[in-house]
T-cell receptor
Framework: GAGVSQTPSNKVTEKGKYVELRCDPI?????LYWYRQSLGQGPEFLIY????????DSGLPNDRFFAVRPEGSVSTLKIQRTERGDSAVYLC???????????FGPGTRLLVL | AQSVTQPDIHITVSEGASLELRCNYS??????LFWYVQSPGQGLQLLLK??????LVQGIKGFEAEFKRSQSSFNLRKPSVHWSDAAEYFC???????????FGDGTTLTVKP
């Protein structure tokens, strides 16, 4: 079956603009995770959804970052007033339930000029 | 707070030689531990995982890892490295209560012909 997909694969934007990154999890997976990976570092946790609700958003760096999963499937990560420091690869993962293996998507590479 | 340390930033081995990548974790309870591999421009691929039971776990591509509670380690091994194993390797610990993974900063493996 299809794995986790993320769109777009690359996004270039200007400082101050708004961006949306989309994640399509594996069908039937109730848990969905967003991570951010900066150059030379491991993925850093942002937010975790169980179903439609954000079970843990402690990794979101500030209130410019927001994520939704309205129907418990697709999720969108939204970044307002982007800054150059937001440039990174944003990874999405899903798992059947919490505490199951997470499967990662290919990521969205965001570049803020 | 949970944390993962991968002491070796970069390792170079000759093709056919054995490999060991180190991972040390900090976590208050019995950990769920993972090793992932990431090739340039690719997403994270799960190599193996430890949840419970036998402390020596086998993974894909001939990799294995051993969980040692007394040393808080989960080192990855392969008896004979292939050129295609050149990639970045990440160790991660999963927090079953919070539903998030914490990753190390990775070890880059170079394979010499």
């Amino acid at each position: 079956g299809a794995g986790v997909s993320q769109t777009p694969s690359n996004k270039v934007t200007e400082k101050g603009k708004y961006v949306e990154l989309r994640c399509d999890p594996i069908s039937g997976h109730t848990a969905l995770y967003w991570y951010r990976q900066s150059l030379g570092q491991g993925p850093e946790f942002l937010i975790y959804f169980q179903g439609t609700g954000a079970a843990d958003d402690s990794g979101l760096p500030n209130d410019r970052f927001f994520a939704v999963r309205p129907e418990g499937s697709v999720s969108t990560l939204k970044i307002q007033r982007t800054e150059r420091g937001d440039s990174a690869v944003y990874l999405c993962a899903s798992s059947l339930t919490q505490a199951e293996t997470q499967y990662f998507g290919p990521g969205t590479r965001l570049l803020v000029l | 707070a949970q944390s993962v340390t991968q002491p070796d930033i970069h390792i170079t081995v000759s093709e056919g030689a054995s490999l060991e990548l180190r991972c040390n974790y900090s976590y208050g309870a019995t950990p769920y531990l993972f090793w992932y591999v990431q090739s340039p421009g690719q997403g994270l691929q799960l190599l193996l995982k430890y949840f419970s039971g036998d402390t020596l776990v086998q993974g894909i591509k001939g990799f294995e890892a051993e969980f040692k509670r007394s040393q808080s380690s989960f080192n990855l091994r392969k008896p004979s490295v292939h050129w295609s194993d050149a990639a970045e390797y990440f160790c991660a610990v999963y927090n079953t209560n919070a539903g998030k993974s914490t990753f190390g900063d990775g070890t880059t493996l170079t394979v010499k012909p």
